[in-house]
Structure formats: structure tokens, C-alpha cells
């Protein structure tokens, strides 16, 4: 599929020298930043950091401070 898009002259020039550098087209350079833009725009759920998150060494797990919370002695919301 093919597209036009038009670009400020210094955004356009920054592209061209950046892509120049990394040895890529121009193109190659815009579908990489369409393709990334879109994926992190378009989850549904957590970003993939989050969910491969374990937790940091040496500290404890919140999960572990559960046990010691006490059950609501009444409904605040009834």
C-alpha cells in the first residue's frame, strides 16, 4: 500500500541524515515508526514491560503483606 505524506522541511532533512547514517531508506525508516507507533497504540492490555515485570531483587513482595490485612467489618458503599 502506498501513501504520501508531506513534512517540514527540517523534520524531512533530519530523516534524510538519519537515514543516510543507519545505511535505510527514507521509507524504511517511516513504516519502522508507523509499525512501532501502531503496536504501542494498540494494546489492549498492559505494555510488555509491565507484564514481564517480576519485581525488584531483594525487596518484598506486596503480595506477601495480603495476609495481614483484616476483612471490612461492613460494607462502606451499603
Known amino acids: ?4 505524506i508531506y513534512l517540514d522541511d527540517e523534520t524531512g532533512e533530519q ?5 543516510k547514517k543507519v545505511g ?3 521509507n524504511a525508516l517511516i513504516r519502522q515508526a508507523v509499525t512501532e ?3 504501542r ?3 489492549p492490555t498492559w505494555p510488555i514491560e509491565v507484564l514481564n515485570f517480576e519485581g525488584e531483587p531483594g ?6 503483606w495480603r495476609e495481614e490485612l483484616k476483612e471490612p467489618q461492613s460494607d ?3
Open 24 to 26: 535505510e531508506s527514507r
Open 41 to 43: 497504540h494498540d494494546q
Open 59 to 64: 525487596l518484598t513482595s506486596f503480595e506477601l
Open 15 to 19: 530523516l534524510g541524515q538519519l537515514a
Open 37 to 39: 507507533w501502531l503496536n
Open 76 to 78: 462502606p458503599l451499603a
Open 1 to 4: 500500500m502506498n501513501f504520501n
